[in-house]
């Protein structure tokens, strides 16, 4: 259309009407509009209509999951679960004794050695374990000695995660109180489980300050066996120093700038102890990083098997920064730091 032709559509008007008494013009444009309203009204409801369906699609996929639950809230669900030997397993006849639901990976071996640790610290009967998994197969045939109460699980996986609000990614591993009640749940975060469970088991068990004694008492090898028979005979006394893991900002850190500040160019006596894992680069840059007068050795075999037994018993926290005192072979426990410092002075 040319501009002339614009124009003269655009200035036209249409013959005089007669409107309610009044004589009336209307002009081309304004016919179009009026005729065009119905569908401008219904593109808008059109519109409407989607943008509700979206919010509520929206909010169904967010809403409805929702924030995670708190343990608190959670408990073992009434779920009857198939396991790889075709029997029928209701989760609610467990209850009574603690139970630990993992769903494993057979393809990631932190995994499996964590659940191998964890299923044979417990004797049949004082923890209920389901383990439920993609490949059962190929998880027993990674732990082969499996309790037979251990129960596997490889029917409807993915309809399993869901229902425990798994995410595909990756796995996550469970604990119930002896009542249902949830008490702990990770993506295997900790290395072992066993010190919660055996707080929920009720197991007896000696003081930690009596296993650590025991322990390093047992020790017939090693710097640490060495340091015991030169304080045999005469009067020579030293403190060792036992770590799994030292953080500047951690009781462990705490204890190696008091370790710095107290020993001052007499440092035979005192022992610093680090994990085989620990490198010689590992023990000198602590040594530096701290100021330490004293070198920084590592566990022999004996003493590394030792510790890793009471790591999995009690928990690091209950062992990491021990400090005992040697003296004429007997081996005592410092549980107070005013007492570490003490006896650091005195060296």
């Known amino acids: ?135 059962s197969r190929h998880l027993r045939g990674l732990l082969p000695n499996l309790a037979e109460d251990v129960i596997v699980v490889q029917s409807n996986y993915a309809e399993l995660k869901r229902a425990f609000g798994v995410p595909e990614c990756c796995e996550r591993r469970f604990i119930f109180n002896s009542d249902g009640s949830l008490s702990y749940r990770d993506y295997y975060y900790d290395a072992d489980l066993t010190p919660r469970i055996n707080l929920l088991a009720k197991k007896t068990l000696p003081p930690v300050s009596t296993a650590i004694i025991d322990a390093l008492k047992a020790c017939r090898t090693g710097a640490f066996a060495v340091l015991r028979d030169q304080t045999r005979n005469g009067s020579r006394r030293a403190l060792v120093m036992l770590f799994t893991s030292v953080s500047s900002t951690c009781p462990s850190g705490d204890l190696l700038k008091m370790a710095a500040r107290q020993v001052k160019g007499k440092g035979n006596d005192l022992r610093i102890l680090v994990p085989k894992e620990y490198s010689q680069t590992d023990c000198e840059n602590l040594r530096t990083n701290f100021k330490l007068n004293v070198s920084v050795g590592r566990f022999d075999s004996e003493l590394q098997e030792k510790w890793k037994t009471l790591i999995g018993v009690y928990g690091e926290a209950k062992v990491n920064g021990t400090v005992v005192l040697v003296e004429h072979g007997s081996v005592s426990l410092l549980t107070d730091l005013s007492q570490v410092e003490r006896e650091l002075g005195q060296l």
């Open 1 to 135: 259309m040319t501009q002339g032709a614009r124009a003269l559509l655009s200035n036209w008007t249409a013959p005089a009407t007669l409107k309610d008494g009044l004589l009336t013009t209307e002009s081309c444009t304004e016919r179009l509009m009026r005729k065009a309203t119905p569908y401008k009204l219904i593109l808008l409801a059109i519109l409407v209509v989607s943008n509700i369906t979206i919010l509520g699609y929206l909010w169904l996929r967010n809403g409805s999951r929702g924030k995670e639950m708190s343990a608190s809230e959670v408990r073992l669900p009434s779920m009857q679960l198939i396991d790889d030997r075709g029997a029928r397993v209701l989760l609610p006849s467990f209850i009574g004794v603690p139970v630990v639901i993992a769903f494993v990976n057979p393809e990631i071996p932190t995994q499996t050695d964590s659940v191998s640790k964890l299923v044979s610290a417990f004797n049949p009967g004082e923890v209920r374990f389901v383990l439920i998994t993609p490949n």
